[in-house]
């Protein structure tokens, strides 16, 4: 729970200082650069490695990253070394993102489909949960066959249940309570 934490405070750290300088997509691009820098898993264990200087590490991350990411975001991740906390850089980049969504009047929905959804009906389901919600939305999408048919989104608290299964369920509890 403490990394969660964290992660957030260190999001609304950056995505303050972004806005201040009007660097949001910057900050987007640079945190997203170091996330995928440490999916190296040698790189991750030797920022987090307690028995390192910080010295040591921030020379490291110097010659690693470069001229990459802006000198804010080098400071940023050697910070996190200096703490041995480097590991949540992908839930800081997590919360950044709904940060700037936010900002920008923008929703994330996860759907979720018995079979994948093609072009057409991704952009049904993206209108008809805008109209729901009032804001654009951006779908990820998933598939579970055992949904049977039909899909389940989720934007924000809001779970909308469309799926043959629920249907089904709706029935059987109907004829039970006739019964």
């Given at each position: ?6 992660s ?49 590490k ?9 001229d ?7 400071n ?13 850089t992908?839930?800081?980049?997590e ?42 939305v ?17 934007v ?24």
């Amino acid at each position: 729970m403490p990394r969660a934490a964290s992660s957030r405070r260190f999001a609304q750290a950056v995505f303050q200082l972004a806005l201040e300088n009007d660097e949001v997509d910057r900050w987007l691009d640079d945190l997203t650069l170091l996330a995928d820098a440490l999916e190296n898993q040698e790189f991750l264990e030797f920022l987090d490695a307690p028995q390192l200087s910080v010295n040591q590490k921030t020379g490291v991350i110097k010659s690693a990253l470069g001229d990459s990411v802006s000198q804010l975001a080098i400071n940023l991740i050697s910070l996190l070394a200096s703490r041995n906390l480097a590991l949540i850089t992908p839930a800081i980049v997590e919360q950044y993102q709904k940060l700037l969504d936010e900002h920008r009047g923008i929703e994330r929905a996860e759907v979720v489909s018995a079979i994948p959804l093609d072009d057409s009906q991704r952009q049904q389901v993206s209108d008809l949960l805008q109209r729901i919600v009032g804001k654009e939305v951006r779908l990820n999408t998933r598939v579970e066959p055992q949904i049977l048919g039909g899909f389940i989104a989720r934007v924000g608290d809001r779970v909308i249940d469309g799926s043959t299964r629920m249907k089904l369920n709706e029935m059987r509890r109907g004829i039970v309570q006739r019964l």
